[in-house]
């Protein structure tokens, strides 16, 4: 079965853009989490949604910001970029909570 | 909070011998455990996970981890090192609050194998 598909691989923006990212879950999963990865603060969880509601938000700035549509498929959003927002930014899902994670291959997101 | 500490962000084993990575948590409650692989420019691979079913959990690519609550580890083992194993690994503990849900990681074990 298809697995998480993050998009898109690759972004290159400049400081004070915004930039919106896509993740699709594998199918039957309801619940869609986003991580930022970096290598001064490792992984830090940004946001949770579960049926098209936020269950759970991490300590990020209003910047980031996520959604998610009826059919599981989640965006999340960052505005205002700033040079400190470069990172790998995954995208996980689940079939219930506490339940395996399967992670996409991750947006590596450049901020120049 | 629940929080996890990894000992020892770099390891390195040669082929053929025991691979041992050292993960220690800290939770208020019964914890979900579970153990990530990324290898570079990758996401993150489930090799295993602790549910509260048995102690002892195996996983994929050889490698398993015992849960042990009376010295709140959960250590990854695999017998022999091969050197398709080199990757970074990261233990991570599921924080379940109310209905929603979210993984807490720890810092990272970079495993090099050697010849």
């Known amino acids: 079965k298809a697995g998480v598909t993050q998009t898109p691989r690759y972004l290159i923006k400049t400081r004070g853009q915004q930039v919106t990212l896509s993740c699709s879950p594998i199918?039957?999963?309801?619940?869609v989490s986003w991580y930022q990865q970096t290598p001064g603060q490792g992984l830090q969880f940004l946001f949770e949604y579960f049926s098209e509601t936020q269950r759970n938000k991490g300590n990020f700035p209003g910047r980031f910001s996520g959604r998610q549509f009826s059919n599981s498929r989640s965006e999340m959003n960052v505005s205002t970029l700033e040079l400190g927002d470069s990172a790998l930014y995954l995208c996980?899902?689940?079939?219930?909570?506490?339940?395996?994670?399967?992670f996409g291959s991750g947006t590596r997101l450049t901020v120049v | 909070a629940q929080s996890v500490t990894q000992l020892g962000s770099h390891v390195s084993v040669s082929e053929g011998a025991l691979v041992l990575l050292r993960c220690n948590y800290s939770?208020?409650?019964?914890?979900?455990l579970f153990w990530y692989v990324q290898y570079p420019n990758q996401g993150l691979q489930l090799l295993l996970k602790?549910?509260?079913?048995?102690?002892l959990v195996k996983g994929i690519n050889g490698f398993e981890a015992e849960f042990k609550k009376s010295e709140t580890s959960f250590h990854l083992t695999k017998p022999s090192a091969h050197m398709s194993d080199a990757a970074e690994y990261f233990c991570?503990?599921?924080?379940?609050?109310?209905?929603?849900?979210?993984?807490?990681f720890g810092t990272g074990t970079r495993l090099q194998v050697t010849l």
């Open positions: 199918s039957g999963h309801r619940s």
């Open positions: 939770s208020s409650v019964p914890p979900y």
């Open positions: 991570a503990v599921s924080d379940l609050v109310g209905t929603a849900s979210k993984l807490t």
């Open positions: 996980a899902s689940s079939k219930d909570r506490g339940g395996g994670y399967t």
């Open positions: 602790y549910t509260s079913a048995a102690t």
